[in-house]
Structure formats: C-alpha cells, structure tokens
C-alpha cells in the first residue's frame, strides 16, 4: 500500500478532499467538465473500462481510476490504458501526503487511503492534461471521493446488498445514496436491475432535477447472442442506433455494462462538446468494446484445463456470471474452486453457486479468506450429491484443481469472492499470492 493511511479516515470526508484538491491546485471547473462517474454493486469496474476506452478510441487523451488494483498498486490510475509509471507515482504520492499532513494538522481530522488516492487520479490526469476521465466510486456515492467530481453524468450499473451498515439495508436507500454520486441537474443512467426501483428513482431524483435513464427503457438493447468464441447485441439511444455490436468482455451482463458506457459517453458528448456532429462516434464504440480488456469477470487464464476465474462477491453478481458460464460454455464438466471472505455472507454465496457443480473444492484466499471447513459444511448440505474436497490454501486448491482437472478430464471454475479468484490467477502464473497487497 502507498500510503501509510487507514482504508476510511475520520467521519465524511468531502470538505477535508475539498481542501485537498484546493491545495493542490486541481481545477475542479474543469475536472467536473471531463468527468464521469461510475457506481454500483456489480458492474462499474467493467463499465468504467469499457467507457474509457470508447474515449480513447475517438481520439481523446483518457484518464481512469478504478479499485481495488489485483496485482499491483500502479493499475488503479491510467491514462490511454497504461497504469501510473512508478516515478510518477512515488513522486505524487510524496507530494499529496505532504498536503494531507498540513490539512491534518490544521483541521485534526485523520484522511482515509482512498481519499488520497482519488486526490492522486485527479493531479495525474490533470498534470496529464486528459480531454476525459472515467472515475469508479469505491462505495456508495453519496459521500465517495468521486462525488467531488462534480460530473453531471454518472451510472448506477446494477443494486444489491452490500455494504449495508454504511448504505442502509434496503435497496432504496443503497440506490439512493449511490445516485448522489450525480452533481444537481446532471444525468444517470441505472442498469437493468435497477428498473425494479424505477418509482422510488424517478421520484429521489426529482428534486434535484436530476434525469434517471434505465437500460432496457430509454436505452436499447437487442439481439443477444453469447458463444464461447463472441458476443454481440444491438444498442440504440436516441437517434443512435449500432448493431451488432461486439464486446470483448464475456458474459451476458456486460451487455447491460457496455450499453451504460456508450450512454455515458453519449450524454458527455452532448454536454461538453454540443456543436460536434459526433462524426466516427459508431465506429469508435465498436473498436472501444471490442478493444476493452479487463481481468478477472468471467476471465479465462489458462487455456489447458481451461480455468475461468470471476471476482464477482455478491450474490446477484456470482449467480449473473454463472447464467453466463451456462450459456457461453455449458456447466457440464467443471470443477469449481470456491473461497468466500470473512466478511461475506458465506450461505449466500455457496448457495449460489453450489447447485449447479458436481466437484468442488473448498479453499481459503491469504486475505480474508473465510475457513474453508465452514464453507465445506454449507457445501455439503446444499449439495450433498457433490465430490467436495478441502485446500487449506489457494495453493493447495491449485494443485488438487490440476490433479482433478487431469484425471476426470475437467475444466476448473474459481468463484465466490475477489481475493479467491485473483490469488488463484496469481499461482497459475507463478506469483506468490500471499505477497499480494490488494489495498
């Protein structure tokens, strides 16, 4: 971890990030006209990629921030796809940490890591010069970092139960706080599974005269169509209408991503830029999804056996990628390598994806991993016809899942959880997954 802070600092922090981005001289006018802001439960990391490099196919220097990085600190700020050099970030890091402590000592408030970290996505692109930036929230909205964005146009890409003792422990109060992401008057647009909630939506938004665009309503989609070798779907918003388009990213629920980040990209265009014809607009969004690259939903890693991982960590997430393993691949044949965080609702997650698998083994990520024996035992109850097997670590549940993948002629699926999926790729490519710092 770069900077030697808390994960959350003290209370809400958006007046301190304020003063922040104030001494370090950020134009907010400015960062609020090249922005957008991704949120969600699922989804907004896709999203947020698939947005960017749209951008950077129709000639836009782009910026993007996401979280959490899986291998390495540097991939959480990009410009044009190319993580943060390390020069430039051990010499931004210097120089935020030498603001926090000024505001600190002045204000006797303690700032969180993502604090910072959002401060160092804003000077990186700013000193970048970026036309465009993309920033993903890291929870909620209404008193994330990139609420200070400003940005008129934002996403809520999908709403499940997560983070409830921070959001609220309904589905109203989640979406609500994660559409004040969007500065007064802006836009947002919410993903299919939002549509559930679209009275509550409209009504929440009216007052700050916010517009509320669903997937699946204002926005278009059609023609469907998931193999194992590509997808494609038709997208329409407005007067645009591009068929057959083809995004790189697998799984049926990246339609529903990658119509979200061409309507983002869209209603930024149409804001900041309103005397272009947005000519090469279609031809941008076709090589932008096409082009889009990002590891670790529905991700193959290996070829022989063929090993797919997928971080999703809520239910509704994991049990939309599994209808996608199904469709793209078939479920006949796999082995699934399952860990679950300490954090997470263990009964949830296992129940989502236990049926559907005949061998699992059960396996605990270095970082919060939960106790495999405990998920064994919810296993075993929901599916008690299963071959279950115990990996103490994720390097013993590789090793059993290349054994197992061999002799009965398998394919391996790792799911359940972002640090079980992401150690597991780390092994496969020889790494050390303990030395992993994912914060």
Request: net charge neutral; glycine share 10%; aromatic share 8%.
């Amino acid at each position: 971890m770069m900077f030697d802070l808390p994960k959350y600092g003290a209370g809400v922090c958006l007046a301190r990030l304020a003063e922040l981005l104030d001494l370090l001289a950020i134009d907010r006018a400015r960062l609020q006209r090249t922005s957008v802001v991704a949120t969600g439960s699922n989804g907004k990391g896709s999203t947020a990629a698939f947005c960017a490099n749209i951008a950077r196919a129709y000639g836009l220097r782009t910026g993007l921030f996401t979280s959490p990085h899986l291998f390495r600190f540097n991939e959480r700020f990009q410009i044009d796809g190319a993580p943060i050099g390390d020069e430039d970030l051990t010499r931004l890091v210097a120089r935020i940490e030498t603001a926090i402590a000024n505001i600190s000592e002045r204000r006797g408030e303690q700032f969180g890591a993502f604090e910072a970290m959002f401060a160092l996505a804003c000077l990186h692109f700013q000193e970048s010069e970026c036309e465009f930036a993309v920033f993903e929230a890291g929870i909620g909205g209404r008193y994330d970092p990139v609420r200070l964005a400003g940005s008129p146009v934002t996403c809520v890409t999908s709403v499940d139960y997560e983070h409830v003792e921070l959001l609220g422990d309904s589905l109203q109060s989640i979406v609500s706080d994660k559409s004040d992401a969007c500065a007064a008057g802006g836009t947002i647009v919410y993903g299919e599974n939002c549509r559930g909630l679209r009275r509550h939506i409209v009504e929440y938004n009216r007052n700050r005269g916010t517009a509320s665009l669903f997937v699946r309503d204002e926005i278009r989609i059609g023609g469907e169509a998931i193999s194992a070798s590509a997808q494609r779907f038709d997208f329409g918003f407005g007067d645009h209408d591009f068929r057959s388009l083809e995004p790189a990213l697998l799984g049926a629920f990246q339609f529903n991503n990658a119509a979200i980040a061409i309507t983002l990209f869209l209603l930024w265009l149409q804001r900041a830029r309103p005397a272009q014809t947005f000519a090469g607009i279609e031809a941008a969004v076709r090589s932008g999804l096409r082009g889009t690259r990002w590891p670790g939903r529905l991700e193959v890693i290996v070829q022989n056996p063929l090993t797919i991982i997928d971080v999703g960590h809520t239910p509704d997430g994991i049990t939309q990628s599994l209808a996608s393993l199904k469709e793209a691949f078939g479920l006949q044949g796999w082995i699934l390598v399952v860990g679950v965080s300490s954090d997470k609702k263990a009964n949830e997650i296992v129940g989502a994806l236990a049926p559907s698998f005949d061998t699992i083994i059960c396996t605990r990520a270095h970082h919060k991993g939960g106790n495999p024996e405990t998920i064994a035992s919810t296993v075993r109850k929901i599916n008690p016809q299963a071959q279950v097997q115990i990996a103490a670590t994720i390097e013993d549940a590789f090793s059993a899942s290349q054994t197992l993948a061999a002799s009965l002629d398998r394919k391996i699926y790792v799911a359940g959880g972002l640090f079980t999926a992401i150690e597991f790729a780390a092994v496969a490519r020889g790494m050390r997954a303990r030395d992993l710092d994912f914060f």
